[in-house]
T-cell receptor, first 110, second 117 residues
Framework: TQLLEQSPQFLSIQEGENLTVYCNSS?????LQWYRQEPGEGPVLLVT?????EVKKLKRLTFQFGDARKDSSLHITAAQPGDTGLYLC??????????FGPGTRLSVLP | NAGVMQNPRHLVRRRGQEARLRCSPM?????VYWYRQLPEEGLKFMVY????????ESGMPKERFSAEFPKEGPSILRIQQVVRGDSAAYFC???????????????FGPGTRLTVL
């Protein structure tokens, strides 16, 4: 059974700070996706990474896929209150369903 | 472009009743996935469907739960004889291509929050 772990589970920071959250597994994934989910809403896709070592940037968010495709990180620069939410990673392999991590709940205080 | 639509957004049922959750995928998407989310937890896969076919239902309980995606109309997740443990948020996602990487982005609806009294 493939499992994804995310850390930290909870994170509360002040506006303007930088942060990194992690998604780790003992399994290799062919692709990995990051989502942000706000209370009462569905997850919103942020990025998909497919190549080991790949780095993608989305404004203040930087995503990295580990060389071995077992882990990923999300770095946010100068966090804003609008970044508050539950950050989920999901891994996928051929012929298999998405496996979601439990999420990191981020709170950015003004 | 309309996104994935789900209705109802909130559903209250008494134990023993039936719950029907509907999902209309994004335009051009023929692959639908249902997930369940409990408070403070990630999403758990339930079932993957294409038009008129169930591709993978390995995450769906064998009893009381069923899903369909007819040729016309929305996908429906049906829960018969609901119990309190069925209370959760149920999310539908759709994709244009299948679930295989790399072009397997899934787009989620707003969810249906089921409460069983």
């Amino acid at each position: 059974t493939q499992l994804l772990e995310q850390s930290p589970q909870f994170l509360s920071i002040q506006e303007g700070e930088n942060l990194t959250v992690y998604c780790n597994s003992s399994s290799v994934f062919s692709s990995l996706q990051w989502y942000r989910q706000e209370p009462g809403e569905g997850p919103v896709l942020l990025v998909t990474v497919v190549t080991g070592g790949e780095v993608k940037k989305l404004k203040r968010l930087t995503f990295q896929f580990g060389d071995a495709r077992k882990d990923s990180s999300l770095h946010i620069t100068a966090a804003q209150p609008g970044d508050t939410g539950l950050y989920l990673c999901a891994g996928a392999n051929y012929g298999q369903n998405f496996v979601f991590g439990p999420g990191t709940r981020l709170s950015v205080l003004p | 472009n309309a996104g994935v639509m789900q209705n109802p957004r909130h559903l209250v049922r008494r134990r023993g009743q039936e719950a029907r959750l509907r999902c209309s995928p994004m335009k051009g998407h023929s692959h639908v996935y249902w997930y369940r989310q409990l408070p403070e937890e990630g999403l758990k896969f339930m079932v993957y469907l294409q038009k008129e076919n169930i591709i993978d239902e390995s995450g769906m309980p064998k009893e009381r739960f069923s899903a369909e995606f007819p040729k016309e109309g929305p996908s429906i997740l049906r829960i018969q004889q609901v119990v309190r443990g069925d209370s959760a948020a149920y999310f539908c996602a759709s994709s244009r291509l299948g679930r295989d990487p790399p072009y397997n982005e899934q787009f989620f609806g707003p969810g249906t929050r089921l409460t069983v009294l």
